[in-house]
């Protein structure tokens, strides 16, 4: 429920299925599968994930940048692109759309999972740059949160992980998903992504 959730968007369904592999071995959530560009627009507005994985090359058309200026127009989440093309031109079209990263393949579950994380890190610093102070906050809502509350929210901001957010603060994983239960409730939301657009939308 409080992992991050990603959309893989990615027509080659064996490719797919080792992406999904990768991410459900760690703290990640995979929310769905396009294999095409209709599929992916509607699940990108349907489940509302923090993260997209795009493949920019989709049953021979790049329809990868259409699906990335939707996302743009629509949506604040991050999305990175997964590709088999590094050729300037394509770079170069790719940065048109502020992706958060450009991961080119075959790529190892490592290089995945650090391009992830910097680009959740980079997305919460420089998309949706918010100055987080827990009394201006716990006066814009009903049920103000406690100081645990408030250094897991900050966490989620920043795109760590809940396994990440239990080493640095010496709890379980359990102890997290409790305090991000009790944010959800408190600020009427039920994903990451819905959290982090409305601390935008309060504090901006």
């Known amino acids: 429920m409080s992992a991050i959730r990603v959309l893989i968007v990615e ?13 459900t071995n760690v ?23 923090d993260l997209v994985l795009l493949d920019i090359n989709i049953e ?17 989440i991050p999305f990175l692109y997964l590709t088999s093309y590094s050729g300037k031109e394509i770079v170069d ?17 490592r290089e995945l999972y650090s391009s992830i994380e910097i680009a959740l890190h980079n ?3 420089f998309i949706l740059p918010l100055e ?7 006066n814009l809502i009903v049920n103000p949160l406690t100081l645990k509350e408030f250094d897991v929210l900050k966490g989620l901001y920043e795109g760590k992980t809940n396994q990440q ?17 009790n944010i959800y409730e408190k600020l ?9 657009s409305l601390l935008n939308e309060l504090l901006h």
Do not use: C, W
């Open 60 to 76: 021979g058309h790049y329809e990868g940048f259409d699906i990335a200026e939707h996302i743009n127009k629509t949506q604040k």
């Open 11 to 23: 027509d080659d369904p064996i490719i797919a299925e080792d992406i999904r592999d990768m991410l």
């Open 132 to 138: 987080l102070n827990r009394d201006i906050l716990n």
């Open 165 to 181: 957010l239990a080493d640095e603060q010496f709890v379980s994983v359990n102890t997290i998903k409790t305090h991000i239960k």
């Open 93 to 109: 079209r790719a940065k048109q759309t502020l992706p958060m990263g450009y991961i080119v393949k075959p790529f190892n579950e």
């Open 27 to 49: 703290d990640y959530q995979v929310v769905g599968v396009a294999y095409e560009k209709a599929e992916a627009l509607e699940l990108i507005d349907t489940t509302k994930p």
């Open 188 to 196: 009427d939301t039920h994903t990451r992504s819905e959290t982090m």
């Open 123 to 125: 997305f919460s610093k």
